[in-house]
Structure formats: structure tokens, C-alpha cells
């Protein structure tokens, strides 16, 4: 693929860090260097690091890889973590195309907000899932570009809609503009969405991409939650799917080993992960060492069987706050709300009823009063549109505060049904 056209034109002038470039030859044996303006290491206090995990297994990282990761080192991540991540995209993946480039980043965040300035040209469009993931937007919105909403429902994005859109450009563009160039770039949470807890099936991923290819759309397929599937086995990705290489795939450690490390990775086409390392270049300059050492050192100690065995581990744990966080919704909002009961990840997203059409004020003010805590929908809709829904999380909730909160909330969106009913 040409994927020039798909550049912002600031992506264009990216060049690389002269002395990042640089970076790979420092470690080649026999190289001696009089290059880099590194610290010498040797003035650094700390001598190793050990962690221990809950298990009470202990595990002491490599002497050299530690002090490695409190150097400067290359700006797609550590190589042997980069490398052991490869390897399980590889695995988990098995993509078509195998010329894939793969870079670590201080989250998915930091990397899918890199992918969003490569192809954010002024004054073009994007297109976004509505609702969608609220951090996305908070970047987006300052972005020079007018956002493209694509309705979801329970069975992920409706790539029927995404075709009309396409097929029909510029009819159906929201911002009216008659002579916008047609989106090139579709941004999708595809598993566990964040706010609506639902997940692409395979068939709509299907068509999703069938779609795409045809209309030569671009996907940042941002998936934090893809290995919180409930079911097995877990729904293929579009990554897994792209013979084209027309899909920038975004991995977290946020949600299965820590948030705090901020790991995240970008997997795709070795020209567009080329473009973000040049962002980082310019910008952060590469992940945190010691983080990305914490993740490899026990990932190199688990293997592949240990770590597809602990995010086992991690869904079934977030499978039965989803079971136990049900049947208080099926208790007390059944009649005052509607709700797709999630396969994935840690969101419901609730439509309220009773006549409530922007639950804004509700969630903010009565809610809060009534000492319960959710977020108003209009955070996760791209164009700010009023909505009746609401994102509630049953990820850190204690099992035994489930029912009181979804009671409480019952009783905020009863006394506002009940109001609405007396006015009309
Ligand atoms: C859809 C989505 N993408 C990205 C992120 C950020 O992930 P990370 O911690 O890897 O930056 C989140 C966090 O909530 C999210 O929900």
C-alpha cells in the first residue's frame, strides 16, 4: 500500500533524532562510542531490583537487562521485550501479513494518539464509533479535524452505516461541509468497549474490514480490553484479518498486569509504526526502562502458557463482578433503564427511560447526592450530543457494595421518572 496520502502533513516532516538514529549501533560489539551524551550509568544508585508477586514468588531481574533499563535505549522499547511481544502477536494473531513492525509505547494512549497526529490533516474527517472511549476524544477534539460518528449497538459498530457514510460522502458528513475529502482513517474499540461494554462480532468485524478495504479506509484498532473476553475462544482481531496491512493495532499491560507500569504496544505497517518512532523521537523518546523490565522480567519467567493462563485469570475475575453486577441491575433497574449485558471488559453502558433524555444533571447532581458514583454518556459522544445513557464499571467495586450502589442509582432514575410523568 501507498500510505503516503494517508499522512498528516507534520507526520511528513517527521525526520528522525539525529542521535536517536544512532541508537542501534551502540550496542554492537566492538563499537566504541564517543557519540552518545549518555550518563554513565555507574553514577546511578541503584544496585538491582526484585519484585514480589502476590504468590510469594520472588523474581530477581537480570543484572545487565537492569541496569540497561535505567540507561536510555532504542526508541521502539527494550529489544527483547519488543522481540518476546512480536512473538505473541505471532501467536495470538497469526497475521497475514508478516512484514509487521512492532513499537512499545507509555501506554496505548501514548501511542494511539501519535497514530490520530500522523493522519489528523487539518480540515479533514475521522471516523469514530459513537459512542466511543472519552479519552480518545479528549485528544481528538483538539485535533484539527471534524469527527465522523458511526452508530454501534449489541453486536459492535454497524459497518452498514460506516458503508452509507463512504458510498454517500459528503451527504451524510455531520459538519455539512460540501467540499471535505472523504474520512481515510477509522478509529474502533472493537472488544469490551469503553463506554458500552460490547464487542464487535466476527461477522461485523468481517464486514467492517470488507467495508474498509473497499472505501481504502485506514483502522487504529485501539484494544485494551481484547484479552478480557469473557467467552472462548476470544473473537479474532482486525489485526488478525489484515491481508492489506490496513490495520494499526493498540495492545495494553494496563489492564492485565498493571496501569501504573503504562505499557502499551503498537503493531503494523512497518511504514506507519516507522512514523510514530519518529513522534517519539521527538517527543517522549522512548518508553520508561524500568517499567518495561518489571513486564518483560515476568513475562520471560511465566512464557506464553503463563501469561495466557494469567489473563485467563484476569476475565474470569472480571466474568463474575460482570454475573453479580447483573443481577443487581436485573433487581433494581428493570422498567427505569435499558442495558446490553457486556461479553467483555468492565463497562455497561445504561439507557435511562422514564422520559429521561440527558442524564447529565441527573448523574452529576442527584446521583452524587444520593452518594453514587457514575459517568453522564455525553462524556463518550462524539459530537457532545444529549444523551439519556450513562457508564457504569463493575471493575473495582467490592462484590458486597454491587446491589446498594445500583439500588441507590435506581432510586436517583425512579424519583426523576416519577417527576417526568407528574409534568406531562
Ligand atoms: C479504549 C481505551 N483505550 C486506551 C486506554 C488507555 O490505555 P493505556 O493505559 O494503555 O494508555 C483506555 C483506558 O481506559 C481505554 O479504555
Known amino acids: 500500500m501507498d500510505y503516503r496520502k494517508f499522512l498528516s502533513t507534520r507526520s511528513k516532516a517527521r ?18 562510542s564517543l557519540a552518545a551524551g ?10 538491582s531490583m526484585s519484585v514480589t508477586l502476590k504468590s510469594g514468588e520472588i523474581i530477581t531481574f537480570d543484572d545487565d537487562l537492569f541496569r540497561r533499563s535505567l540507561s536510555y535505549d532504542y526508541t521502539s522499547g527494550m529489544p527483547q ?43 479533514t474527517a475521522l471516523l469514530v464509533e459513537e459512542p466511543t ?12 479535524v471534524d469527527l465522523v460518528p458511526v452508530n454501534t449497538d449489541s453486536e459492535g459498530i454497524d459497518p452498514e452505516m460506516l458503508d452509507r457514510i463512504l458510498t454517500s460522502w459528503p451527504e451524510l458528513n455531520p459538519t455539512g461541509k460540501k467540499d471535505q475529502p472523504r474520512p481515510q482513517v477509522l478509529y474502533t474499540v472493537p472488544v469490551g468497549g469503553n463506554p458500552t461494554g460490547v464487542s464487535s462480532t466476527l461477522q461485523r468485524k468481517k464486514r467492517t474490514y470488507e467495508v474498509c478495504q473497499k472505501h481504502d479506509i485506514l483502522i487504529i484498532e485501539d484494544d485494551p480490553y481484547y484479552y478480557l473476553q469473557f467467552k472462548t475462544p476470544r473473537t479474532p482481531s482486525y489485526f488478525s484479518m489484515d491481508v492489506d496491512g490496513r490495520v494499526l493495532r493498540m495492545d495494553s499491560m494496563s489492564k ?11 503493531t503494523g505497517p512497518k511504514v506507519l509504526v516507522e512514523r510514530i518512532n519518529l513522534h517519539t523521537m521527538s ?6 526502562g524500568v517499567p518495561q523490565l518489571m513486564a518483560y522480567g515476568l513475562l520471560a519467567e511465566w512464557g506464553y502458557d503463563g501469561f495466557f493462563a494469567h489473563v485467563d485469570r484476569v476475565a474470569n475475575f472480571y466474568r463474575e463482578r460482570r454475573d453479580v453486577f447483573e443481577e443487581s441491575l436485573e433487581r433494581h433497574l428493570k422498567g427505569l433503564a435499558e442495558w446490553v449485558v457486556p461479553d467483555s471488559g468492565m463497562f455497561v453502558w445504561i439507557r435511562l427511560l422514564g422520559g429521561i433524555t440527558d ?3 441527573l448523574i452529576l447532581q442527584k446521583a452524587v447526592k444520593n452518594n453514587v458514583l457514575a459517568v453522564p454518556g455525553v462524556a463518550f459522544m462524539p459530537l ?28 436517583v432514575i425512579r424519583e426523576e421518572a416519577a417527576a417526568n410523568s407528574a409534568n406531562n
Open 256 to 266: 492485565i498486569l498493571s496501569s501504573g507500569i503504562r505499557i502499551g504496544w503498537v
Open 15 to 32: 525526520v528522525p533524532s539525529a542521535i536517536r538514529a544512532l541508537m542501534p549501533l551502540y550496542n554492537k560489539k566492538d563499537m566504541i
Open 81 to 123: 521485550f519488543n522481540q518476546w511481544l512480536r512473538e505473541l502477536q505471532i501467536r495470538e494473531h497469526a497475521p497475514p501479513c508478516k512484514e509487521f513492525d512492532l513499537s512499545i509505547g507509555s501506554g496505548s494512549q501514548d501511542l494511539f494518539t501519535k497514530a490520530m497526529e500522523m493522519f489528523a490533516e487539518p480540515g
Open 38 to 47: 549518555m550518563p554513565n550509568p555507574e553514577t546511578f544508585p541503584y544496585a
Open 384 to 411: 457532545n450530543d444529549i444523551t439519556p445513557c450513562v457508564r457504569v464499571s463493575y471493575s473495582c467495586i467490592e462484590k458486597d457494595q454491587i446491589d446498594e450502589a445500583v439500588r441507590r442509582l435506581a432510586t
Open 133 to 144: 472511549y472519552a479519552g480518545a476524544l479528549s485528544f481528538l477534539k483538539s485535533e484539527p
Open 359 to 361: 442524564s447529565n444533571e
Open 283 to 288: 517527543t517522549n523518546l522512548q518508553p520508561a
